[in-house]
């Protein structure tokens, strides 16, 4: 006969049971129950799940903090080893750094000589001027793909540049030190700039499969010529003037309504050294794969968004000699949101 592992009570054994409890001892029976409780009451995970919330709140905010300072961190260093590999470069090469991103709408005007043009910065949705993105901006779907250069407040590039249009001798030395030809920004969303622009100067094609992208915007090769429109440092504004002391460059020029006079500040960067035009390091610049002293590909900053242009931008000085030519040397890197090495560096520390 079969029997079970765990022989079954009796029906005759006795149970244990809870020893009886004074019905008018309140403390005892609280107790007891206390004990004999073995999960959560709907309050206390309320409080839990409270606590577990704001802890996990705070532990997010302090990652996304860290990561920020840790892309800040490599953007001054990846800024720092532009500048290292631009000079390794020019000297290895004899110049010949050629085909830099112009910053610029293709189609800007040309005007020999005329210098600065200290109001142009651009317009978003128009052509001509800064490159702020496809002249299409009133759609959103463009917009956020692709604004063109940083105008994030307080980091803005727009407001570190303006417009400056070189003379022969300013073109003849940009020439000397290999720049032939520049890669100006498709305007058209679609991607189709063939269409719109035909060959680039040099016979090229230009190659922008997707107008919506800002680091493969600057496609369109432009021959550097007299009255060329460039892009360069502002000297009226706080922050290119900024640029332009970390540059050895002291523009002291004051006015107490708060602007500069326009005359005063060109005779004051002819006066310091020339004006510091700026260029993109782009994918296409001949830095980017040379034998001689180039780098395998152009670096770009994480700090940004990425529907802004996120390259590093190399600044050259157009100095004035007395025979009356000019001389172009490279001065420094800036980060995609105008900040030269220090102000970069400082940054950090806030």
């Excluded at 054994?13 to 206390?34: F, K």
């Excluded at 490159?131 to 604004?147: E, I, L, M, W």
């Excluded at 922008?208 to 060329?228: F, K, Q, W, Y």
């Excluded at 000085?317 to 090495?341: I, K, M, N, Q, Y």
């Amino acid at each position: 006969m079969f029997s079970p592992v765990f022989p079954l009570p009796s029906l005759h054994e006795r149970i244990p049971r809870s020893p009886p409890v004074n019905p008018g001892d309140a403390g005892d029976a609280h107790t007891l129950a206390m004990k004999n409780r073995t999960g959560f009451t709907l309050i206390e995970l309320i409080v839990v799940i409270a606590i577990l919330s704001i802890l996990s709140t705070l532990a997010v905010n302090r990652i996304g903090a860290i990561r920020e300072r840790a892309a800040r961190m490599v953007s001054v260093a990846s800024q720092q080893a532009a500048g290292r590999a631009v000079e390794t470069f020019l000297a290895a090469n004899d110049g010949r750094l050629n085909r830099l991103d112009a910053l610029l709408d293709d189609g800007t005007s040309a005007s020999p000589g005329a210098g600065f043009d200290f109001g142009d910065q651009g317009a978003v949705g128009t052509v001509g001027g800064l490159y702020r993105g496809p002249d299409d901006q009133t759609a959103a779907a463009v917009r956020d793909r692709n604004s063109g250069l940083c105008d994030e407040p307080g980091s803005s590039l727009v407001d570190v540049l303006c417009v400056y249009r070189v003379d022969a001798a300013e073109a003849a030395a940009l020439r000397r030190i290999g720049l032939e030809y520049v890669q100006r920004h498709d305007t058209y969303a679609d991607g189709s700039a063939y269409s719109h622009y035909g060959k680039g100067d040099d016979g090229s094609i230009p190659q922008a499969p997707d107008g919506l992208d800002p680091e493969l915007s600057a496609c369109i090769v432009r021959t550097v010529t007299n009255g060329m429109a460039f892009a360069a440092i502002n000297g009226k504004t706080e922050p290119g003037r900024a640029v332009y002391r970390a540059c050895g460059q002291d523009l002291l020029s004051t006015d107490e309504s708060g602007s500069y006079d326009e005359s005063a500040v060109r005779t004051e960067i002819a006066a310091t050294g020339g004006p510091l035009l700026a260029f993109g390091l782009g994918p296409r610049a001949s830095i980017v794969g040379a034998a001689r002293g180039g780098i395998d590909a152009a670096p770009y900053a994480e700090i940004l968004p990425a529907r802004y242009y996120r390259q590093y931008i190399l600044l050259f000085r157009l100095r004035p000699a007395a025979t009356g030519s000019v001389t172009a040397e490279f001065a420094g890197v800036l980060d995609p949101c105008g900040r030269s090495v220090t102000d970069a560096r400082q940054s950090l520390k806030r």
